[in-house]
DNA sequence: CGTGACCCTGACCAATTGGTCAATAATTTC
DNA sequence: GAAATTATTGACCAATTGGTCAGGGTCACG
């Protein structure tokens, strides 16, 4: 229980470390990290308390393997630009992708929220080099696309926080949305027109 | 100390419940509720824990405290639209406004994410009354505009979900705008430029 | 079927935390 | 300037929480 993947883990050890794990996603999710107690993610996971500090050695140590799986999942849609793809469809599909992931992961959504909200004190390294190395890739293809003259010319950076503001409101912020809309909506499925659409106009040449 | 207005308080409650609500707000903004502690908002108060609460009766007291003022001046913007003036400098003046907002006030704008990210257990009469009538409000006013032809057909409640997420994401999120920027760029500058181009572009008819 | 490795738990601990209270200090008021 | 009111605090408490540990149960495998 001490490495992580050496000595390829008994069955037991990954059905438990997957309840863990499962369970704490949603009560990270809803109470931040200091918020979590370790007796809530044992009872969402089915375990005793003991038993969850026998998978993992703290705390810490769970949050962060949440955090560190969450992070692939979550950029790895960035890295799909293709250069030769029509520009617009190309950034169309990204913007369905995360609000798919909005709306299919909203735990992950609001875990990573939450971490970012308090100033990230367990990504900032993360964040300064690999997200940054793979946002820079995905910016210069962007940047190419627009002095082809493919795409209008907007901030390419600020291109892409507003997809990820946009579409991950419709996780983070999902009870205002609710509220603010009434019954009778499906706000994934209204965002993805309105979306669409405002893309459309802001990058049509 | 009991009532919350009555009896014009003394020179030194004013002083010390200001100082008490000036420390919790940036303490509850960087650590969410639970997350909080007495102890934190004391030394930030630079008061003794008893005697923060000898101001406000408990840690919910000052935290509802907060979030009613937060409140009002969060929504007023909203209500500010004038169905006489120029539809498109209207919206780009509340897009203004929020950003500013975000820039001015980065704790008020945590404090209130925080709150929406864990369900909103202190606000959802609120949200389903005041901010949905706030809303609906200036969602009949778009939606004027856009039947006359001065505004083009976009989903309004989505218009505005929009305005909210970016313009308060660069509050939210900054830790990660500022780690994907990298040094030498003033994220709300940008911002302000890249939005009022996306607007002009989205809702020209 | 036995033995060693793995799995699980009740009982426990020390630290933290929200909150109380009696006693004391500072201010206001007359 | 003394009484009344308001402000402040050290000491304390009960509950919660992250984490430990000894001991007993269970499983795989020869």
Redesign the interface.
């Known amino acids: 229980m001490t490495n992580g993947k050496k000595s390829p883990m008994t069955r037991i050890q990954q059905k438990n470390r997957q309840l863990i794990l499962d369970g704490a996603l949603g009560v990270f999710a ?6 979590a107690t370790i007796d809530q993610i044992a009872q969402a996971a089915g375990l005793s308390k003991p038993n969850v500090l026998y998978y993992f050695r703290s705390k810490d140590e769970i949050h962060k393997t949440l955090l560190t799986r969450l992070l692939d999942m979550w950029l790895a849609p960035l890295s799909r630009f293709d250069p030769d793809g029509d520009p617009l469809e190309e950034v169309l599909t990204y913007v369905r992708a995360k609000l798919h992931m909005s709306r299919d992961y909203p735990r992950e959504s ?1 875990l990573f ?2 971490e ?5 004190p367990h990504l ?1 390294e993360v ?2 080099e690999d ?2 190395t793979i ?1 820079d890739r995905a910016v210069v293809v962007i940047a190419a696309w627009m002095d082809q003259g493919r795409l ?1 010319q ?2 390419p ?6 997809i ?3 579409t ?3 996780a ?2 999902d ?3 609710r ?4 019954p009778g909506h499906d706000p994934f499925d ?2 993805e ?2 979306l669409d ?2 893309y459309r ?2 990058l049509a040449v």
Request: proline share 0%.
């Open positions: 809803g109470n931040g990290f200091r918020g609001r929220a939450n970012i909200l308090q100033g990230a900032t964040l300064e997200l940054k946002v209008a907007v901030a950076h600020h291109l892409i926080f507003s990820w503001s946009m991950q409101h419709y983070d912020f009870v205002q949305v509220a603010v809309l009434g209204e965002a027109q309105f659409q405002l106009k802001m």
